[in-house]
């Protein structure tokens, strides 16, 4: 009994730190991860729930020159991010209430603060923001779409898949940033990846090895305490 409770305690030590160790990393080496890496972490993130099976993602790696296509096609499109239409899914509420408008200002008060962006830089912000859409600098970039038929269900099944991955990979000693930001540009990407127009652009993602010099990684969230969203009975 004690060696199994031993083996059990590693094994939630090796798991929680996959999960807690995971964060939106927005600075990356340019140092390349092979497709066998990618392949097995998909793989792996494959293995997500999803409700009768349907396994509701599509993903689109790139690379070099087709990842920089992406980059040219929404940088040049003239389109800021602010004035970006969300015309396939809304992401956010039209209109912010707490707590989640105080927990989405300290979060990007953090970032711009570790970076020394002052609250009225706005357009340092906007350069920061526009990183986005180079990944980071991270060498892959995946863009990841659902058929328009699906349904709410399915998009819950899709955040699995989504967090699978960002586990997986710091498991392989790398790092993620997920990116909702792609999905209001999808007029600039389909044409890059012939994503058909039954597919919905979900989001992107940067994979890569952190660069911890920059200061932008520094940066970490908090998470409110479980007495404030748990409720035991019984």
Request: glycine share 6%; net charge neutral; proline share 5%.
């Amino acid at each position: 009994m004690l060696e199994k409770n031993i083996r059990i305690a590693s094994d939630a030590a090796i798991v929680d730190e996959a999960i807690t160790s995971r964060r939106s990393v927005r600075a990356f080496l340019p140092d390349m991860v092979d497709d066998e890496t990618i392949r097995a972490i998909l793989a792996v993130a494959a293995r997500a729930p999803s409700g009768t099976n349907m396994q509701p993602w599509r993903v689109y790696v790139t690379k070099g020159e087709v990842k920089q296509r992406i980059s040219d096609a929404i940088l040049n499109s003239g389109i800021r991010a602010e004035k970006a239409e969300w015309d396939e899914y809304r992401y956010y509420p039209d209109q912010f209430f707490e707590p989640y408008l105080t927990r989405r200002r300290a979060n990007g008060f953090g970032l711009y603060g570790a970076l020394g962006i002052g609250r009225r830089e706005v357009d340092k912000m906007r350069a920061q923001h526009d990183r986005n859409f180079i990944f980071f600098d991270a060498p892959v970039g995946m863009i990841f779409t659902i058929d328009r038929r699906l349904n709410q269900g399915s998009w819950i099944d899709y955040g699995m898949f989504l967090q699978n991955i960002m586990v997986a990979a710091r498991g392989r000693g790398l790092h993620t940033c997920p990116q909702a930001a792609f999905a209001p540009y999808h007029r600039q990407i389909r044409p890059v990846l012939d994503i058909p127009d039954e597919e919905i652009v979900v989001c992107g993602m940067a994979l890569g090895y952190e660069d911890t010099s920059k200061p932008e990684n520094e940066f970490r969230t908090d998470r409110a305490p479980l007495a404030d969203w748990v409720t035991f009975s019984g």
